[in-house]
């Protein structure tokens, strides 16, 4: 399971209806990726539809869907929002990496 950090679920929403989702029905798609500096990178988007090899769950009010390859590389993981004067975005807090990149948005096993 993702879990979903009450900051983060907060931006999410506003995002998620700003782009013309409705954060009640429709998920945050999260996968893992080959590429950035440390081998394999975080993706996120939103997203309608579920797919059947889709693992999908709800945390603190938000949906989310992952494919089940992904889902072994981000099981235990935490989303955050940090907002502030030296960067503003979402984190991914994984207990699986073993080493991150300097800017957080990419890791290893």
Known sequence: MIKVAETARDEVNKLMKLDGFNPSKDFI?????????????????????SGEDDKVFENNGI??????K?????????LEYHGGLNGKG?????PNANRTCG?????SL
């Open 29 to 49: 798609r999260v996968g893992v990726k080959s590429g950035g500096c440390s081998g394999l990178s975080y993706e996120m988007r939103f997203d309608k539809l």
């Open 103 to 107: 800017c957080g948005e990419s890791f």
């Open 63 to 68: 949906k989310i869907a992952v494919d089940k």
């Open 90 to 94: 979402f984190v991914f807090n994984n």
């Open 70 to 78: 992904s889902f072994l590389y981000l099981v235990g993981t935490t």
